[in-house]
């Protein structure tokens, strides 16, 4: 009964939030993927073992206190940096830290505006059209509750169609 009342309540959440293109389905709006390449925004790391793989949905289970997290984290911090010519420090945690499952499609804010740079010069998009386009991807949780967030899927998509 739960199931057919949340099937009839929320349909495109029972149905794994999906996102079509061209009749295709390209992903799901609540779990990231990876992305590659100057282009394209790049989403948070992923604790499911390989990419985002929902069967191995989990936290890392490292703590703050073990070295393999650290040394993790710093390898990530010293290739973003030098994706985004930024120092390590200007890097937000989001972009070196896996959700609590470590599939979340989104990143922060702050995360996309370190990428704007990049994904505009390779693009030969101006910055501002980027950044609107960051805008119109980022969500608040339901009732205006919770952290902003940009869908990093949307985003990507979004820039896709704006060629």
Known sequence: MTTLAAGSLFPRQANGSLIEQGGKVVGSAL??????GDTYFIGRP???GTGYDPMGASGSNLAVSNPALRERAQASAK????REGVAASQIPVDLLTASGAGLDPHISPAGAELQVARVARARGLD?????????ANTETGALGLGQPGV???RLN????AAR
């Open 151 to 153: 869908n990093v899927l």
């Open 46 to 48: 992923s604790a499911a």
């Open 127 to 135: 910055a501002a059209q980027v950044r609107a386009l960051v805008a």
């Open 79 to 82: 290739e973003i940096a030098a």
């Open 157 to 160: 998509l979004a820039l896709d």
């Open 31 to 36: 779990v990231g993927q990876t992305f590659t």
